[in-house]
């Protein structure tokens, strides 16, 4: 291209250069503001930096075979330089000419502001992606287009870089470009010369104060893209798109001539949200856009990103797409990197990693976070070195005042001593207190800072001193890669640094390995054959075939319907070590398998019974693992309270519990198999369906204290009566060990068979009571149920606790009651309590109350049923559905014997009795529910009895703008299909 057709936009200092100073007109094909890049027929643009000025370079640029110069100044009047009163303007000019003005070409948005640039570039690429846009992004992250990626030292590039990439774009097929323009690059001219057809400005907060001096200089350099680039200035009077909850987007929506459209999560607006929920796991929520509206779910979290939604909707609707293709674009964008970014790890904590570097950020996320938090919040953070001081008191502030722990570090120090970085944090903190470990150990809940210049230490220290359930964020480098030291730049990530420590503490609870000794003693026997080496050691002990580790023992358990001993054949093939089988197995196998057995390096162990045999080495862990232990059954109940019991533990003490419905003579061991010796308390559930079960396992289990929830009529059919359950539930105390707390329901009609039970065994110091009896040791006081919650004074000991669940039913206040009374034992403190029992969510299948749709509200109780559980269930759903519509969904109560016709019965009674609006039943025993609620006044035309199927479609034509439905029944019902058909319906 001609020299002359480049600088046709510039402002020459003279009127025709190549008339006034007889400068040749040459062909240029390269051009750079960098000399050591120019080459022959080059044009090289002097460029005044901050460390270096491109005059000084200019009798280089023509040494390496320049054709000519761009410049300010020509002091030495070297011939072929063109003076202009801007060369970073006049560069932007050039550029754009060399690359054929490609933003003309593109459908081009811009977005600026302090945070959130970055996350809405990706929510708007997924919406472009959605529509079949072919897009690329130049930002923060990176530069991308279709399936390629380039690092970008900043995040918006130099005039000829910006200029190459989006003339790459579009040589490549590219037809929509996002770009995040940043206040260097708009005062700097790199982005002039672009043709914009949408503007975004999503904030303004402090930042880059070390650049422009004052907030009001950065706020006029970013209004100057409004100004300069959109409405007239852009392509079709491009319109922007403001976040007027930001008070400096509402005074450019008040100000700006050009075309604008506002967006809010405050107020009613071009584009606003409504129904908003948010937590831990995401948003969720209804998009109000001119053209309508739809709902939406999100991964993302948080206010400041739903603004970041509503700017990406925003600018999609200006550039008229469709609803249904933003919907799509929005629940289809990924996680955005380093942006309130969810750190997988195999521990239970949740962890965020966020490129938060400004006062405004880092309160952002925190407070966003500390909404959701219902145990600690702990953040590691530093400041950038060589930019603004002055926000490095605010920022320590800021961390200290929304977290609990706050662990302050480096970040990137540049050429500054982190030392000094630090010490200039630390001058805002005079009010907060400087922790140690120790302090933590003596009192988990102590706020305050702590300082760890070694950003790889601060992160493992955040890690190594949480609990679980709480929240680690390591703010500031977000998707960097790299740490800017006084040294030279190194590897660094903070994502790869947490989950790395991660595995670390992980592997503290690795389950107690088992040499052959160890399997001895527990078995109480010695093998029958072994060919390994003395010092072998197996990582667990396995009964499942299929997913057996290759590092694992298998123990062959022998049922009515299964035989583990099948698949040993198998499992010596796949290379299996060590075997655990009945007596006289080895002596079943035919000639040639025994020969390969004993050619083999294996062990086998012979016992009379390898159920009887799983125990003994469940008890053996136990021991030896050295934990506290307790105990929990019940007719109901028991699930919710060793989860409550659970969530309260962990805010002091590594534990382990039970998982899904492991209670039984299998599942118990099996969960005393994981402890490790780094656990400090196990909570374990015992179910049983006949006399003798829970004894069992209490002499596995070994308890320190023993929780009895209830009885009530249940498994009958084994038990014969409510006596006998209460008599079989007593067994439990019949391992305690020495010095143990038995733990009973003041309020069970069946007390004085349980305190007896309790009271002849000499190994328990101290019996217990919860509920509202007068004599109860744990009693609750002022509860009030909420819509998707209970509130309640604990009281105790002279002591009062103001507590809150995370449940409308009230029955769950005795679960808590009976948690908290094995809390005060272990010595758990108060603010322990009330943090476990914020933090404890309803299980699924049991009394978990969740909106299905706009207007339905579901209880999901399927997990199982007995009569004492349904009529509670009933009070719930009457309680909370309020007389709104109201449908009782209701499954058969199974293994109720004799009683079972009457039982049903009375609870159409109850139904009856209750307001409820619908009865819908599924199975023969609900025959006599129906009865039973007709019999008592029930109209026939609220009863439905039929498929689950039909029962889902049923539910969708009586329901209206609100209704409540419970849905029940016995575990073998699997009432929860009805649930899951809903869903499928609705979808």
Sequence with gaps: MKLSALIKDCSLTAADPFEDMDIHDPDIFFISSNSKQIRPNGLFIAIKGFEADGHDYIEQAFEKGAAAVIAQTNPKNINNVILVENTRLAMASIAANFYGNPSKDLTLVGITGTNGKTTTTWLLESIFKACGFSTGVIGTINIRYNDQTFDTPVTTPDS?????????????????????????????????????????????????????????????????????????????????????DDP????????????????????????????????????????????????????????????????????????NIKLEQIKKGLEN??????????????????????????????????????????????????????????????????????????????????????????????????????????????????????????????????????????????????????????????????????????????????????????????????????????????S???????????????????????????????????????????????????QNTRKKIFQSSLIIFETRDTLTGLGQLARYQRLRSNVKLIAITGSSGKTTTRKITQEIFKTQYHTHATTGNFNNEIGLPLTLLNLSHAHEWAIVEMGMNHPGEISRLSRIALPDIAVVTNTAGVHLEGLGSVENVATAKAEIFEGIRKNATAILFADDPRRCILEAKAR?????????????????????????????????????????????????ALFMVDNCLAAICAASIAGICRKGIKKGLRAFTPVSGRMNIFRLSDSI???????????????????????????????????????????????????????ALSGISKLFVFGDQTKHMIDGAVENGFSEDNIFHGSKDEIARKILEQSDRETWILVKGSRGMAMENIIQKLQTLLN
């Design 160 to 244: 000829i870089d910006l200029q190459k990439n989006l003339y790459n774009m579009k040589q490549a097929g590219v037809t929509h470009v996002i770009m995040e323009v940043s206040s260097h690059g708009l005062d700097l001219n790199r982005v002039d010369f672009c043709r914009f057809d949408a503007g975004v400005f999503t904030n303004l907060t402090q930042d880059h104060l070390d650049y422009h001096k004052t907030i009001d200089a950065y706020f006029d350099c970013k209004k100057r893209f409004f100004t300069r680039f959109l409405g007239s200035n852009g392509k079709n009077d491009a319109p922007a798109i403001l976040n007027i």
């Design 333 to 538: 964008c990924p996680a955005v990197p380093g942006r309130l970014e969810k750190i997988n790890t195999p521990i239970d904590r949740y962890i965020f990693v966020d490129y938060a570097h400004t006062p405004d950020a880092l309160e952002s996320i925190l407070t966003t976070l500390k909404q959701m938090a219902p145990k600690r919040i702990i953040t590691v953070f530093g400041c950038g070195g060589d930019r603004d001081r002055s926000k490095r008191p605010l920022m320590g502030c800021i961390a200290c005042k929304t977290s609990d722990i706050t662990i302050i570090t480096s970040d990137n120090p540049r050429s500054e001593n982190p030392d000094e970085i630090i010490n200039d944090i630390c001058e805002g903190l005079d009010t907060f207190d400087k922790l140690s470990e120790n302090d933590l150990s003596f009192d988990p809940f102590k706020k305050g800072y702590m300082v760890e210049v070694d950003r790889k230490k601060a992160l493992k220290k955040a890690v190594f001193i949480s609990k679980p359930g709480d929240i680690i964020v390591a703010a500031g480098k977000g998707h960097e890669t790299y740490q800017i030291t006084n040294t030279g730049t190194l590897h660094f990530d903070d994502k790869e640094e947490l989950k790395n420590s991660a595995i670390e503490f992980a592997d503290q609870f690795t389950p107690i390995a088992w040499k052959t000794e160890d399997l001895s003693r527990a078995l109480n026997t010695d093998p029958v054959f072994s060919n390994i080496k003395k010092n072998h050691s197996f």
């Design 857 to 911: 509200h579901m209880i999901d109780d399927t997990y199982n049923a007995n009569p004492a559980s349904v009529t509670q269930a009933i009070n719930t759903l009457q309680r909370v559905s309020a007389g709104k519509n109201s449908i009782a969904v209701l499954g058969d109560m199974l293994e109720l014997g004799t009683k079972s016709d009457r039982l049903h019965r009375q609870i159409g009674l109850k139904i």
């Design 248 to 319: 400096k987007g509402e005074s450019l929506f008040n100000s700006l001539a050009c075309p604008n459209l506002a967006v809010s999560t405050k107020k009613k607006t071009d584009i606003f949200a409504q129904s908003v929920k948010d937590d831990i796991h995401g948003l969720s929520g209804t998009i109000c856009l001119p053209g309508g509206s739809f709902n939406l779910t999100t991964s993302l979290t948080g206010k400041f990103n739903l603004e970041n939604i509503l700017c990406a909707a925003g600018a999609a609707h200006a550039l």
């Design 540 to 590: 667990g002990i396995s009964t499942d075939s299929r997913t057996i580790a290759q590092t694992h023992i298998f123990l062959a358990l022998k049922g009515e319907t299964f035989d583990g001993h099948i698949f040993i054949k198998r499992l010596i093939d796949q290379g299996i070590k060590g075997f655990i089988t009945q007596k006289g197995f080895v002596d079943t196998l035919d």
């Design 760 to 808: 002849e065994n000499n190994a328990i110091k101290t019996v217990l009571f919860f509920g509202s009896g007068y004599d109860a040791d744990f009693q609750s006081a002022d509860i009030k149920t909420l819509a998707g919650s209970t509130q309640f004074t604990a009281k105790f000991n002279d002591q009062k606790i103001a507590c809150s669940i995370n449940s409308p």
